[in-house]
């Protein structure tokens, strides 16, 4: 079992709809999480981070983190075509000294 | 500007070389790090230093190695022993603080081996 699951898509979603992207971890231990986004040939660039249970928003982004279940998800409200891109899931675990586990990602595109 | 540069941005190395990637920052970050990202893959880690004149081996070290005598500096060699290089690779640094720790990227570096 990989330590940072995402599915790799592509996800498709119409202009103005909402993108749902999920991530799954295996380290219940597991103390912080992190939301990348990457355009392609760039260097990843951080939307949002959480850690408690619960949601957290910011903007159109909504992050929502569960414990207990093992999943941290981000949503994307009224979604842009700018918004295509490879959403990169990670998250320090316990013990991990700051060291940030990355899922492959999930590269979304959002048709006009 | 306050952020981290990476240079060069595209880099070509012959067989046998060593080549060296620059990593600079001017966040007064304690921590930084190097990953590696081949294409369709996620981001695997290479070094990481926490403080100054310390570095850790992450991953994937076999083949690289680091420096960090410098707060502000993190370069990358690639050597020779590194035997399928050609990657994206791209310098992170964070403020070191445990568990709420973030990282931030640097532009990122394209190695292909001719």
């Known amino acids: 079992q990989k330590e940072v699951e995402q599915n790799s898509g592509p996800l498709s979603v119409p202009e103005g709809a909402i993108a749902s992207l999920n991530c799954t971890y295996s380290?219940?231990?597991?103390?912080?999480f992190f939301w990348y986004r990457q355009y392609s040939g760039k260097s990843p660039e951080l939307i949002m981070f959480i850690y408690s249970n619960g949601d957290k928003e910011d903007g159109r982004f909504t992050a929502q983190l569960n414990k207990a279940s093992q999943y941290v998800s981000l949503l994307i409200r009224d979604s842009q075509p700018s918004d295509s891109a490879t959403y990169l899931c990670a998250v320090i675990g316990y013990n991990q000294g700051g060291k940030l586990i990355f899922g492959q990602g999930t590269e979304l595109s959002v048709k006009p | 500007d306050g952020g981290i540069t990476q240079s060069p941005k595209y880099l070509f190395r012959k067989e046998g070389q060593n080549v060296t990637l620059s990593c600079e920052q001017n966040?007064?970050?304690?921590?930084m790090y190097w990953y590696r990202q081949d294409p369709g893959q996620g981001l695997r880690l290479i070094y990481y230093?926490?403080?100054?004149?310390?570095?850790q081996k992450g991953d994937i070290a076999e083949g690289y190695s680091v420096s960090r005598e410098k707060k502000e500096s993190f370069p990358l060699t690639v050597t020779s022993a590194q035997k399928n290089p050609t990657a994206f690779y791209l310098c992170?640094?964070?403020?070191?603080?445990?568990?709420?720790?973030?990282?931030?990227f640097g532009p990122g570096t394209r190695l292909t081996v001719l």
């Open positions: 380290d219940r231990g597991s103390q912080s």
């Open positions: 230093s926490q403080i100054v004149n310390d570095f």
């Open positions: 966040l007064n970050h304690d921590a």
């Open positions: 992170a640094s964070s403020p070191g603080r445990g568990r709420t720790d973030t990282q931030y």
